[in-house]
C-alpha cells in the first residue's frame, strides 16, 4: 500500500483537532484529521436518553469563554437555560439539612472568597491568560485543593458545601488537585462564584455539542478518516511517517498531536518523545469521576442534593423537564463507583441520598477507563499546570501539540481546545513561511 501524502496529520478530532484543521486547511495546506472512534468529538458525544437529548461529555458553554462562543454563534443553533437548583438538601457530617438556593450560593462566595481572594491572586492572576507567568506561580501549584481547605477554618455547613461544589468542578478527589487549577477558572470567571457557577453550568446548546463540532468540520469540508487510531509516529529529517494500528501510513511535513494528555504515551514516537512530555502523560491529569445521567416519572419536585468528598455522587441536579419527565445529572469523583448505564446500581446509589428519589432510565460513560480519553476534563495534579506549560512550550521537532490541556485560558474546556487548536494552527503556518 502506498504512503498518503499531506502538508500536515493531526491526529485526534476533538475541539482541538477540528479546530487546527479547519485553520491549517484555510491557509491552503492538504489537511488530513486522523481518529481512532467511529466519531468525530472526542470527550464532546451527545447521546439520547428515553428519547431526550443528554451530553454524556462536555455540556454548557458560556459568553466568557470566547472561543467556544465564537463557534456557537457561527454554528446557527440554540441556546438552552438550565434552571437554578431548587432548595437544595446539603448532607453535613451524615445528616441532611435543606437550604435555599440563595443561601447555598452565598456560603459559596464566602467560602471562595477566603480560599481563593486572599492570596494576592487578584494581582496574581488578574489576566487569566498571563499563562508564562505560570512558573512563578509554582508555589500555589504545589500544593492541593485538599491543603488549603484545612487552612480555612470552615465549619461544618461550609465544608459540606464548599467540598462538594469543589468536588463536582475537580471530578477528581481534592487532595489529587493543584490549588493553582482552580484559581484559574475563578480567574477566567471574573473573580466572581455567580458568575463562575454560570460558566459551568447553565448554558448549553438545543441541538448538542456533537452538532456544534459536526458543523464546523462539515462546513470546512475536512478529510477525516474514523476508525483510524495512530499506533506511531516515525521523525525523519524531512518527513513524518504516522502509522495507523491497521497499517495504513501517511506522510506528513508537520504533525498536530491533538490527544488528550493522558492518551500521548499510547502512541510511539521515534525518536522518543521528552522525558517531561513522557512523564507527564504517564503521571496523568487527575480528573476520572462520574457523570451519570437519569430520569424519573412524575415528581411533584425535584430534588438538588449535596454531598461531601467520600460520598459516591457530590451533586445531582434536575437539569430539564420535558412533560412529566424530570431529566438529572449527577457528579462524583469516583468513575468506577457505579455503572451509570445499570439502573438497579443508579437506584442503589440514589437511594442513600433521598429516599424519594427514583431512576427510570440513566445512562453515562465511562471516560476513564476508554483507551482514548483515560479521563474526563483535564485537571492539573500538583505542579500539573507549570510542569504542562514547560514540557509543551516547544514542538517535538515536527510534532505540535493541541488540547484542552494545553490552553492558556479555559485549561480543560471546550473553549480551552479550540484555543489552542487556532495557536498551533499558527505555530504551524508560522514554521512553513519561515522556510519559504
Ligand atoms: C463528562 C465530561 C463533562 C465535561 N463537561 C464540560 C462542560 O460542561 N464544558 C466544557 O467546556 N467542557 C467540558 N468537558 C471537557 C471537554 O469535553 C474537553 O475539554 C474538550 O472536549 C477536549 O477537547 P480535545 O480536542 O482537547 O480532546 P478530545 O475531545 O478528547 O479529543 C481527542 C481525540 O483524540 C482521539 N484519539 C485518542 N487516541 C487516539 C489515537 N491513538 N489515534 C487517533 N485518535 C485518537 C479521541 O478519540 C478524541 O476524538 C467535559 C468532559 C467530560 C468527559
Redesign the pocket.
Known amino acids: 500500500m502506498k504512503d498518503e501524502i499531506f502538508d500536515v496529520v493531526v ?9 487546527a484543521a479547519r485553520e491549517l486547511k484555510n491557509h491552503g495546506y492538504k489537511v488530513v484529521v ?4 467511529d ?7 451527545t447521546s439520547e436518553l428515553e428519547g431526550h437529548k443528554v ?7 458560556h459568553w466568557f ?1 470566547p472561543y ?1 462562543w465564537a463557534e456557537f454563534m457561527r454554528s446557527e443553533l440554540t441556546l438552552h437555560e438550565d434552571p437554578f437548583l431548587p432548595p437544595i438538601t446539603v448532607w453535613v457530617e451524615g445528616t441532611p439539612q435543606e437550604l435555599e438556593f440563595d443561601r447555598f450560593r452565598e456560603i459559596l462566595q464566602d467560602v471562595w472568597g477566603r480560599f481563593a481572594g486572599d492570596t494576592e491572586l487578584g494581582h496574581l492572576m488578574e489576566q487569566p491568560y498571563e499563562f508564562e507567568r505560570l512558573a512563578e506561580r509554582s508555589s500555589l501549584d504545589e500544593i492541593t485543593i485538599q491543603d488549603k481547605i484545612g487552612e480555612l477554618g470552615l465549619s461544618p455547613l461550609e465544608e459540606a458545601v464548599f467540598a462538594a461544589e469543589i468536588s463536582v468542578q475537580t ?1 477528581a478527589p481534592p487532595e489529587n488537585v493543584s490549588y493553582l487549577s482552580q484559581l484559574r477558572w475563578w480567574s477566567a470567571s471574573g473573580w466572581d462564584v455567580g458568575l463562575m457557577v454560570d460558566c ?2 447553565r448554558y ?1 446548546t438545543n441541538e448538542g ?1 456533537s452538532a456544534l463540532i459536526e458543523k464546523m468540520a462539515a462546513r470546512a469540508k475536512l478529510d477525516i478518516r474514523l476508525d ?4 506511531s509516529v516515525d521523525q525523519t529529517d524531512a518527513l513524518t511517517v504516522i502509522a ?2 491497521d497499517g495504513r501510513r501517511f506522510t506528513s511535513k508537520r504533525v498536530v498531536c ?3 494528555m493522558n ?1 500521548i504515551k ?2 510511539e514516537f521515534n525518536p522518543p518523545l521528552g522525558q517531561e512530555k513522557m512523564s507527564l502523560s504517564q503521571e496523568e491529569h487527575a ?1 476520572k ?3 451519570v445521567l437519569f430520569t424519573t416519572e412524575g415528581e411533584p419536585e425535584g430534588h438538588a442534593i449535596v454531598a461531601p468528598p467520600g460520598a459516591t455522587l457530590n451533586l445531582l441536579n434536575p437539569i430539564r423537564e420535558e412533560g412529566s419527565t424530570r431529566i438529572y445529572v449527577g ?1 462524583g469523583t469516583d468513575g468506577t463507583a457505579f455503572d451509570p448505564k445499570n439502573l438497579d446500581e443508579v437506584n442503589h446509589v440514589l437511594a442513600d441520598l433521598h429516599p424519594e428519589l427514583k431512576a427510570t432510565a440513566s445512562t ?2 465511562d ?1 476513564s477507563n ?4 483515560l ?4 485537571m492539573p495534579r500538583p505542579g500539573q499546570n507549570v510542569g504542562v506549560e514547560q514540557a509543551f512550550a516547544e514542538a517535538e521537532g515536527k510534532v505540535h501539540f ?6 492558556k485560558g ?9 484555543e ?2 487556532f495557536l498551533v494552527a499558527d505555530e504551524i503556518h508560522k514554521a512553513f513561511e519561515d522556510k519559504s
Request: proline share 3%; hydrophobic share 45%.
Open positions: 491526529i485526534g478530532a476533538g475541539f482541538a483537532g477540528i479546530t486522523l481518529e481512532a472512534r466519531r468525530i468529538g472526542g470527550r464532546v458525544w451530553e454524556l461529555g462536555a455540556t454548557w458553554i469563554q467556544i471530578n459551568l453550568a448549553k455539542n483510524s487510531p495512530v499506533r495507523t494500528r491533538a490527544l488528550p492518551c499510547s502512541v480528573a469521576g462520574m457523570k457528579f453515562g460513560h471516560w476508554d483507551e482514548f480519553s479521563g474526563t476534563w483535564h493541541a488540547g484542552d490541556y494545553l490552553a479555559w485549561v480543560g474546556f471546550m473553549d480551552g481546545a479550540i489552542s487548536g
